[in-house]
């Protein structure tokens, strides 16, 4: 890892009809480091969580960016809307789900700038960023999806957390303060450097407050629907120190057998992490099993004669969609 990144700043208008046309988004890119795109590589787009901008992928010694960039892996991270220069969304009814409606068509489009040469895109988010994938996955978009990853995303969260939340000014956008917002971003201090939380800091944001209200209210009632709707295969990762999810071994399976017509599920603990697992000590190994896990997911043709097989050493089923979640 490099001390400095080399992201691309980008602003994108959306032109074409549907949900999103004439919007901004705007994030940060890395194209591969070698030129052509190899064959059966995937064009990554990443999603941030709530109150974090695209930074979130791209802060020295733990950018997702440089690492897949360092694979040949072309990688685009956005800033969802109403994050830095990207067009807000409603948030009545579900702002999560809105969010999904006019990313599907965002993405449409960076897939046609960007992914040429590529197997298709493969979808990353964290937190509330995992519960947008997740929905974007579950609408089964025109574009070539070839799976997603999710991490800081589960099933059910601690009352006490949805009590605080639901009890925040009724104002469009919240501000958490830094110390609130550390102590449940990450971890027992043995499992982060120094450098953290402070290297962290670039990354932060406001939040609008119907994202708070959404994601421990009204997801909550609908994760197991919109989760059977994915059809490609998931990989789920959960911080062992995760704050804001009722977190636990039971929990991680669970949450992986939702994905019920998935072909594969990968759902696993990471030990020694909170909820950012991206700014911990397993960043390395967490971020590098993210990026395995797209390229394998590139690998989908096969002889018509060649079945499919049950793994027996990777954790995950193949064509079961159910999910074994060891700790990792």
């Given at each position: 890892?490099?001390?400095?990144?080399?992201?691309?700043?980008?602003?994108?208008?959306?032109?074409?009809?549907?949900?999103?046309?004439?919007?901004?988004?705007?994030?940060?890119?890395?194209?591969?480091?070698?030129?052509?795109?190899?064959?059966?590589?995937?064009?990554?787009?990443?999603?941030?969580?709530?109150?974090?901008?695209?930074?979130?992928?791209?802060?020295?010694?733990y950018s997702l960016l440089?690492?897949?960039?360092?694979?040949?892996?072309?990688?685009?991270?956005?800033?969802?809307?109403?994050?830095?220069?990207?067009?807000?969304?409603?948030?009545?009814?579900?702002?999560?789900?809105?969010?999904?409606?006019?990313?599907?068509?965002?993405?449409?489009?960076?897939?046609?700038?960007?992914?040429?040469?590529?197997?298709?895109?493969?979808?990353?988010?964290?937190?509330?960023?995992?519960?947008?994938?997740?929905?974007?996955?579950?609408?089964?978009?025109?574009?070539?999806?070839?799976?997603?990853?999710?991490?800081?995303?589960?099933?059910?969260?601690?009352?006490?957390?949805?009590?605080?939340?639901?009890?925040?000014?009724?104002?469009?956008?919240?501000?958490?303060?830094?110390?609130?917002?550390?102590?449940?971003?990450?971890?027992?201090?043995?499992?982060?450097?120094?450098?953290?939380?402070a290297a962290s800091y670039?990354?932060?944001?406001?939040?609008?407050?119907?994202?708070?209200?959404?994601?421990?209210?009204?997801?909550?009632?609908?994760?197991?629907?919109?989760?059977?709707?994915?059809?490609?295969?998931?990989?789920?990762?959960?911080?062992?120190?995760?704050?804001?999810?009722?977190?636990?071994?039971?929990?991680?399976?669970?949450?992986?057998?939702?994905?019920?017509?998935?072909?594969?599920?990968?759902?696993?603990?990471?030990?020694?992490?909170?909820?950012?697992?991206?700014?911990?000590?397993?960043?390395?190994?967490?971020?590098?099993?993210?990026?395995?896990?797209?390229?394998?997911?590139?690998?989908?043709?096969?002889?018509?004669?060649?079945?499919?097989?049950?793994?027996?050493?990777?954790?995950?089923?193949?064509?079961?969609?159910?999910?074994?979640?060891?700790?990792?």
């Amino acid at each position: 890892m490099t001390a400095a990144t080399k992201a691309l700043e980008f602003t994108h208008v959306v032109e074409k009809p549907g949900a999103a046309h004439g919007m901004s988004i705007s994030g940060k890119r890395r194209p591969a480091e070698e030129a052509p795109v190899a064959q059966d590589v995937p064009l990554i787009i990443a999603v941030h969580g709530g109150t974090y901008t695209s930074d979130y992928f791209d802060i020295p010694g733990y950018s997702l960016l440089d690492r897949a960039a360092a694979l040949g892996i072309p990688i685009v991270a956005i800033d969802r809307p109403g994050y830095r220069s990207s067009s807000p969304v409603d948030g009545s009814d579900s702002i999560i789900m809105n969010n999904a409606d006019v990313l599907e068509h965002v993405i449409a489009e960076l897939w046609e700038a960007w992914g040429q040469g590529t197997s298709g895109v493969f979808l990353i988010g964290h937190s509330i960023g995992g519960a947008v994938v997740t929905a974007i996955a579950a609408k089964h978009p025109s574009w070539p999806l070839l799976g997603i990853a999710v991490s800081g995303c589960l099933l059910e969260v601690p009352a006490q957390a949805r009590d605080g939340f639901n009890a925040l000014p009724d104002i469009l956008m919240i501000d958490l303060p830094t110390p609130m917002k550390d102590s449940v971003m990450f971890g027992p201090e043995w499992t982060y450097d120094k450098s953290m939380p402070a290297a962290s800091y670039p990354s932060n944001s406001q939040i609008p407050r119907a994202e708070l209200i959404d994601i421990n209210n009204g997801w909550i009632d609908r994760v197991r629907s919109v989760a059977a709707q994915v059809t490609v295969p998931v990989q789920s990762r959960q911080g062992e120190f995760d704050a804001l999810w009722i977190t636990d071994a039971q929990q991680v399976s669970d949450f992986g057998g939702a994905f019920s017509s998935a072909p594969r599920v990968d759902a696993r603990l990471v030990a020694g992490a909170g909820h950012c697992i991206d700014f911990h000590r397993a960043a390395a190994g967490f971020q590098l099993g993210q990026l395995g896990f797209a390229l394998e997911c590139c690998i989908q043709e096969r002889p018509s004669r060649m079945p499919r097989r049950q793994s027996r050493t990777s954790g995950y089923s193949t064509g079961s969609g159910r999910a074994n979640c060891p700790p990792s």
